[in-house]
């Protein structure tokens, strides 16, 4: 059973800061990692798929990495800004099945 | 096309009534998605649609819980004799054909029963 562990649970930085959030997972037969955003009460919004033959995706100041071999991604984020606080969620798409198993998240709070 | 669309936004209800949510994906999707989220944990799998067609349900999915999509469009969740555990963010999404499709989500309808 795939299960995905996201490390740390919450963050705080000031802005301006770089910062890495860790996503790993127990199954290795993935088709794609996804990293998402929430915003508190909202619904989540898709940053990055990372497919399970490719190494990295970039978008804009965010870069997302995935070792598929040794179960770990990681999400990069450069020169912080208040308006990237938010949670953020990594998730898997695995082999034989047809739905994203989530991690619990990553809180972030970046202050000015 | 405006995304994925939710109703209602917020639901209150008294235990043992009974609750229906609807979604409308983005047109051009097959598959369509229904997630439960409560405070602090991710998204958890409840079931999904290709077209009209319901492909799995996850054990959490009990028997007080049905979803349809009757035309391949939108889809309603009704939960039927609501409980106090029920109360979470109900999520849906949609994409194209997998894999290596994202995921649209709404912005879910969050239930609070009493």
């Known amino acids: 059973k795939q299960e995905v562990t996201q490390i740390p649970a919450a963050l705080s930085v000031p802005e301006g800061e770089n910062l890495v959030l860790n996503c790993s997972f127990t199954?290795?037969?993935?088709?794609?990692l996804q990293w998402f955003r929430q915003d508190p009460g909202k619904g989540l919004t898709s940053l990055l798929l990372i497919q399970s033959s490719q190494r990295e995706q970039t978008s804009g100041r965010l870069n997302a990495s995935l070792d598929k071999s040794s179960g770990r991604s990681t999400l990069y984020i450069a020169a912080s800004q208040p308006g990237d606080s938010a949670t953020y969620l990594c998730a898997v798409e695995s082999y034989n099945t047809d739905k994203l198993i989530f991690g619990t998240g990553t809180r972030l709070q970046v202050f000015p | 096309d405006t995304g994925v669309s939710q109703n209602p936004r917020h639901k209150i209800t008294k235990r043992g009534q009974n609750v229906t949510f609807r979604c409308d994906p983005i047109?051009?999707?097959?598959?369509l998605y229904w997630y439960r989220q409560t405070l602090g944990q991710g998204p958890e799998f409840l079931t999904y649609f290709q077209n009209e067609a319901q492909l799995e349900k996850s054990r959490l999915l009990s028997d007080r819980f049905s979803a349809e999509r009757p035309k391949g469009s939108f889809s309603t969740l009704e939960i039927q004799r609501t409980e106090q555990g029920d109360s979470a963010m109900y999520l849906c999404a949609s994409s194209s054909n997998p894999p290596n499709e994202k995921l649209f989500f709404g912005s879910g309808t969050q239930l609070s029963v009493l």
């Open positions: 047109s051009e999707h097959n598959r």
């Open positions: 199954d290795s037969a993935i088709y794609n």
